[in-house]
């Protein structure tokens, strides 16, 4: 019979466990500065997405509307047809003002 003794790593003297000290690596400007710029591509990346998405719906709406809603004699109303206007024009307004945030979060990138 052979007796093996486990091998314990020792810890140093202090944990800091009760102090609450914690090392705290500063963050270069550069890191920063990185940091940020990859944000705002995100960000641009993004609102093209969203914009590129109305624009899919914009036309999602005008295949439906011209190939099952408006076939044959029968029209939606007034309302209906207001209704699909107001929509129509609010996705191409706001593909439009995606776009504009993409390119300014994008310019904003570049100047950092």
């Known amino acids: 019979m052979s007796t093996k003794t486990r091998n314990v790593k020792r810890r140093r003297g202090n944990v800091n466990l009760s102090k609450g000290k914690v090392k705290r690596t500063k963050v270069s400007k550069q890191a920063l500065v990185e940091a940020a710029r990859r944000?705002?591509?995100t960000r641009t990346r993004r609102?093209?997405?969203y914009s590129v998405l109305c624009v899919v719906f914009m036309q999602l709406i005008r295949y439906i509307i011209y190939n099952f809603?408006?076939?044959g004699p029968?029209?939606?109303s007034g309302a209906?047809?207001?209704?699909i206007i107001y929509l129509q024009t609010g996705l191409m307004v706001a593909s439009l003002g995606f776009?504009?945030?993409a390119?300014?979060?994008y310019l904003n990138s570049l100047r950092d």
């Open 47 to 49: 609102f093209i997405v």
């Open 39 to 41: 944000l705002n591509r």
């Open 99 to 101: 776009l504009a945030a």
């Open 80 to 83: 209906v047809f207001t209704g």
């Open 103 to 105: 390119s300014i979060t």
């Open 74 to 76: 029968q029209t939606p």
């Open 69 to 71: 809603i408006y076939v």
